[in-house]
Each structure stands twice: as structure tokens, then as C-alpha cells.
């Protein structure tokens, strides 16, 4: 089973400190492929989120961000899937899940697809092809598709597992 991978209300949320650094990340995090030395971006905390938290944090929903704690504890799970890059919350390290494992598994004939004026907005119904996700526990869709991360049963229940809080899991 695939489930689209969703924050919680409960999580806290975070912003840019320095709002011209959004063209860098938006060039950069959002296509899916490995950032080269990446700058050490510092981060606040968004008035427009919650403020209790979890172990996951709102940054950006093409990726999931993460205290140390969390990332030596998913790493091992989901290191082929993508790259920790680094940034600052004040005195404490958090770190991004770039996702950059962009797969091609869904069956465009008979995946129900959202439309405004000719251009895919969204997924309606999702119909994945056959394929061995094993290798990939967390994914983006390759294409202009949301791009939100879609996980395995083996990443939800590893997550389930640690009792790590801040996500929820919501079936494709």
C-alpha cells in the first residue's frame, strides 16, 4: 500500500529567516535532484503553525524536515532515497529530506487527474503500475504531479514503530 505523507496540525512550522533565500530553495529543494554544498540555511519559527511540535517539522511539502534524533534513526531506512542537508533553528541542527527518488509508477491512462485550463493540478484518484517499491520507501512522483512524498507500508510502519509524531499517513 502507497500513502501520501502529511504533517500533522499539531507540527511546528518554519520559515526562511532570510526571505532571499526562497529563489535558492525553490531552485534547488523543490526538482527533486542532489544539492552540492548547500548553504546552511537558518530557519524561525512560522507565526502560522503550531507551536507544540512533534518530530517532524512544516518546511517544505517536497520533502520532511527532522531533528538529529529522527534522521539517525530514518538514515538507515531512507538514505538511497534522497540527502540530509543541514539547517539552523536558532542553536539546534535540523535537517531537510531533499527527496531526489522521482519515480514514473503512475498509470497515466487510468489515474484520475485534477485540470485548470489544460494543466494537471492535482490527483483525483491515484492508480499506480506494478512495480518493487522495496528500494524506495519514500518517493516523489516523477512530473508536475504535487510532489508531495508518497511512502511504503515499511516507511509507515517503521515510523509507527519509533512513535515518532508530527505526520500522518493517508492512503493513495
Not at 493540478?121 to 510532489?147: A, C, H, W
Request: proline share 4%; charged share 20%; with cysteine.
Amino acid at each position: 500500500m502507497l500513502y501520501n505523507m502529511c504533517l500533522s496540525e499539531d507540527c511546528l512550522g518554519l520559515s526562511l529567516k532570510a526571505r532571499d533565500k526562497l529563489r535558492y530553495v525553490s531552485e534547488n529543494f523543490i526538482v527533486g535532484k542532489s544539492v552540492c554544498n548547500p548553504p546552511i540555511l537558518e530557519l524561525v519559527k512560522s507565526s502560522q503553525q503550531a507551536e507544540s511540535g512533534g518530530d517532524f517539522y512544516a518546511f517544505l511539502p517536497h520533502g520532511f524536515m527532522v531533528n538529529e534524533k529522527v534522521k539517525e534513526t530514518l538514515s538507515p531506512l531512507i538514505n538511497n532515497c534522497g540527502q540530509w542537508i543541514p539547517m539552523k533553528l536558532g542553536n539546534e541542527t535540523l535537517f531537510f529530506f531533499n527527496i531526489t527518488s522521482l519515480l514514473d509508477v503512475l498509470n497515466d491512462e487510468q489515474t484520475e487527474f485534477e485540470t485548470f485550463e489544460g494543466f494537471v493540478v492535482g490527483i483525483k484518484k491515484y492508480v499506480f503500475i506494478n512495480y518493487d517499491y522495496s528500494t524506495y520507501p519514500v518517493f516523489r512522483l516523477q512530473g508536475n504531479y504535487g510532489n508531495f512524498p508518497i511512502v511504503t507500508d515499511r516507511f509507515k510502519e517503521f515510523v509507527e514503530k519509533q512513535g515518532l509524531s508530527g505526520i500522518k499517513f493517508k492512503v493513495l
